[in-house]
Nanobody, 115 residues
Framework: QVHLVESGGGVVQPGGSLTLSCEVS????????MGWYRQAPGKGRESREW??????????NVRDSVRGRFTISRNDARDRVYLQMDSLQPEDTAVYYC??????WGQGIQVTVSS
């Protein structure tokens, strides 16, 4: 069993920054790739979109719409995955979810970008 807990969300003005954190517990975190997804307001789970992935070796990939603005990283010593979000735009407003590809999800955390 894997337990994921996100933190660090909130309200920010356009152009601002936030850092999301995902604390992983309950299993061998260090052997898994991890990812971030997001779900826009008013949309169902089927619309949840991939944002970023980091492998166990530290290789990263992000979706085109956030490339150059979002950075994913991990700290194996602390069992945490991070999503640094810069130059945030209103279209980044969503609930962000931490994901273990074996099918585990966090509870989600709200990010709102608004002036």
């Amino acid at each position: 069993q894997v337990h994921l807990v996100e933190s660090g969300g909130g309200v920010v003005q356009p152009g601002g920054s936030l850092t999301l954190s995902c604390e992983v517990s309950g299993d061998a975190f260090k052997i898994n790739a991890m990812g971030w997804y997001r779900q826009a307001p008013g949309k169902g789970r089927e619309s949840r979109e991939w944002v970023a992935t980091i492998t166990t070796g530290g290789a990263t990939n992000v979706r085109d719409s956030v490339r150059g603005r979002f950075t994913i990283s991990r700290n194996d010593a602390r069992d945490r995955v991070y999503l640094q979000m810069d130059s945030l735009q209103p279209e980044d407003t969503a609930v962000y979810y931490c994901n273990d590809p074996r099918g585990y999800w966090g509870q989600g955390i709200q990010v709102t970008v608004s002036s």
